[in-house]
């Protein structure tokens, strides 16, 4: 399996504030906000000219993200260099540096006193080749900063772009500050969306050999191209999952071992992964069918990441010198550097304006089963409790890729701290399980385990930005463990433009998750089908990026958290109401788009964040839930005066 995706992205600054201002907020308008087009499905060779496409605007999108994040730290060194006394140079240049070490060098430059300082990094160290024109654009930064203006170099060298030049003024004479950045990410986020975008068939950096089979019939295919992947659903060939009914003996557990040449990697209560030296999957099947008659036996499969290269969204929100008290028409706006320019999907799931019915509860805990997150990232400190390594349990959840981290700010990067972007709530702690490893993968064993870790500590709500085309029972037991547990589970649908249900979304306890574009379309990778429950954002999505960066991605993998972190936002609102309660006040409460009421494309509707919040209701639930909740509360006083 994978989610192959392609889209045509044509987008414009101007579509996309026109999509705000067609989005007028009538209450009970039930009428639906756009009809589908006609779903068309791209040949091969125009899928990767589409992909490449995407990928290039996922670059561009995040190198606007992060010329404008050095620009905000830039502008206040100069301010901290205007203000401090004369012949002191400020500590903040240091300061920055020590957690931001994308700040190669920063030169404090003052034009009148004919001086200049200069804080490198001690990995600091251009080629000779690049200094030539590193010293070129610093000489055109000063002169910028002699006419106190502020100057941006491009990136360079053109052909793989390590650093840009930028400089910004302070606010009286001759002087202020120039930075030269490291523009590494740019590369990481090319490289990143390579393998989520399969622009190569499938990245084959697993450990053990891998092999794919139909999601369906489960016959043999090969797959070639970044194409075949739509139908293929990929395992690894020589171990298998085996659920027992009964837990074998420790000797039969030797004769296991000694009958398939190998050993059992890993358990989890009665399912147990068993790896051969010799056996492939289909023998070690028929070993096990015929000798061992056990519950369910199945291949042992591979989940993916759901993202999808980015677009760029281009064009101011509104005002950020808007008000920012708290009338009840007035969206909250916060002060954060790229809220206002970039995050166009909170103002359309109506986030700004629930922040007035809950901003988040810091006793609500939201899983995220991913490929873990930075934890080290300042617009997500106090936000992450300790967490767990699957991978590698004596290790902490550290992200390797990018992709749990992104995740992890879209729910809740701190809000109005005047740093990079705001999440989608204010409160809210984070359990980061990485379960996928640094290529992006992990199996139906490693998402189950962390599926159930994540259960057992604490989480009130998991987000699952992952999938595979594959029914794998093992998977299902877990979700139903967490279900059964009164977890909102939520999952990203997949972006390749398929009705074909993936998993773990397809599940009943799960609430799917399907992406919009800028003009609440469908985004034209997300996948539909009838078991679609919501929508959310899915296209050009920023948010935070390991080692202190912020980058723009697109896919259901984007859709998701939103969805999770309005689960967590009722369960602050209202600690009463049952998972069932929750998912079902996300459903009822939503923008309606395409036909009207539930259709396949669009599910319920998109997510309204400040309608679900309001039938939340908190001491005024809603009348449909009262009962319960009555109930519920005097259970908790009877418990409490036991
Ligand atoms: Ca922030
Ligand atoms: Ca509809």
Redesign the pocket.
Known sequence: MNWRRWAAIGLTGAAAIAAISLFPRTDNDARPRNQIAKLSVPKPAEEQQLKQNMLRRDVTATERLYRLDAKGHLRTLASDFAQAPSGKLPNSARELQKDHKQFQAIFWYDAENRQEKQFRRADFRPDPAVKEQLDTYVSYARKALNKAKSYESPVFPAKQPKYFVSAEPAKTGKKGVIAIMDAGILSRVEEHQHKNLRLIPYPKEGKFKVESVHADTLRDITVKTGHDNEKASHYYENEIVVTFDKKPAPQEMRRIEKDISGSMTRKLNHTYIFRSETMDMKQLKRYFQKKWRPKYIEPHYLYLTNEFGGGFWDGGLFNNDASTGMQEDTPVI?N?LLFSEYQWNLPVTETNRGWKLSKGSNDVIVGIVDTGVDLKHP?LQGRLLKGYNVINPDKAPTDDVGHGTHVAGIIS???????????MMWGGKILPVKALDKSGSGTTYSVAQGIIWATDHGAKVINMSLGNYADAQFLHEAIKYAYNHDVVLIAATGNDNTERPGYPAAYPEVLSVSATDFNLKKASFSNYGDYIDVMAPGESIASTYPDNQYAALSGTSMASPHVAALAALIRSINPDLKNTEVMDIIRKNVIDLGDAGRDKYYGYGQIDVYSALQAAGGGNAPLQFWPQSIQRKMDRVIDQNK
């Open positions: 916060p954060d617009d990067a701190n809000v109005n701290n005047g740093e990079g972007i705001a999440g």
